[in-house]
């Protein structure tokens, strides 16, 4: 499906399944439905799965939002005590579009939690308590934490999600891959044939010579790895440091999520010759002035003692301080501000998720769940920019059992194009506008 027939669907009012191979322009196209909702004066909330992919859109965790917080379960008496909290009740009286991007990474069980507590404030017992629900992700991306030799708890196999009546959207574009080389490689991992060629061309990746200005971020599998290499790249440095502290300001729960989850480190330390990487977006005057992800180097402080960075193109960005706000209609409910940068030799494949790499050294011998050689490789925009470190038999695996859900979604999302019937909001407007 093409993203304007997809947005049509949304438009609609219909609850929508937004998927599609990472670079398909999933976050993008939730950011076009934001807009046109906020246009329209209709409530959206906007969630993620998790407090990286939510500080990405703007938006906050689902768990926060729905207020189930880490629980499992949730009881009848449980759900008594949220209603009567009065934020809640606001939170819910203000929202008609309920929106939770990285949707794969989400328990089943906790869906159906979600969807009893906005049938309760909703007092509705339609799926969500009436609201239109818009989840965005792909399942062959990381999945939600299971126990070891257990099979992922995807969404799909939650209770409410039958009784949707759901819209999938497949968005079948590529934005972000732009050879032929890569494209075929994750086309093979997502179609589960992995052939001798395709791993000839990620092997041929091994143990080539680096031909970028600035040396390509790292990405491993575990922390411990990233850490290490980043505290000891740092040290190397012979230049004085640059300290910044991150501060935030609004609802203390949701300042300490946005600090815990957002990518910039709390304590940023800085040197002259330090390699970093944008961990946000700016544009000015509808040009992109850098994007998460933008790797490039410190060349230098300005009269504040804020860092100059050139980037792989050779352009020189001073960079300031930014924020990140939790949103509730038109007020602020958070907010923290910090320079978005982190240090950038080395990063984990988790915390890459979302974002659009030009090269990168990619170590995935220690692959230990499915999904994260996808995930890593993903993130590059061409097979040159690719310096493979290693790689081991787990990394060419996605989860067998999203292998045959696939299938399904995509005779879904051709059948959601023939039923472009509207089930529209009270405020929504045609899909013309």
Known sequence: MKQKDALNILKLGHNVLLTGPAGSGKTYLLNQYVDHLKRRKIGVAITASTGIAATHIGGRTIHSWAGIGIKDQISSQDIKALTKKSYLKKQFAKTDVLIIDEISMLHSYRLDMI??????????????????????????????????????????????????????????????????????????????????????????????????KIRPVRLFTHNVDVDLINSCELQKIREPEYSYRMTGDGERKLVDSLMKNCLAPEDLILKKGAVVMFVKNKFKDDKVVYVNGSMGIVVGFDENNFPIVRLNSGDDIQVLPDSWTIDAEDRILAKINQVPLRLAWAI??????????????????????????????????????????????????????????EKKLLVLSKAAKGEMKPKVHKKQASIED
């Open 115 to 212: 969807d009893r507590v906005c049938q309760s404030f909703k007092k509705n017992f339609l799926p969500f308590g009436g609201m239109q629900i818009v989840m965005s992700g792909d399942f062959f991306q990381l999945p939600p934490i299971s126990p070891l030799n257990k099979e992922a708890d995807f969404v799909y196999k939650s209770s409410v999600w039958k009784e949707m009546d759901l819209r999938v959207c497949y968005l079948d574009e590529q934005h972000r891959q732009n050879d032929k080389n890569m494209i075929a490689i994750l086309k093979s991992f997502r179609e589960d044939i992995v052939s001798e060629e395709i791993i000839s061309l990620l092997r041929g990746r091994m143990n080539q010579k680096i031909i970028h």
């Open 348 to 405: 984990t494949v988790h915390k890459s998720q979302g974002m659009t790499l030009e090269s990168a050294e990619i170590d995935l011998s220690k692959s230990f769940g499915y999904g994260m050689g996808y995930v890593a490789l993903s993130r590059l925009t061409s097979l040159d920019g690719l310096y493979l470190l290693g790689i081991n038999d787990m990394a060419y695996k996605l989860d067998p059992q999203v292998h045959e859900y």
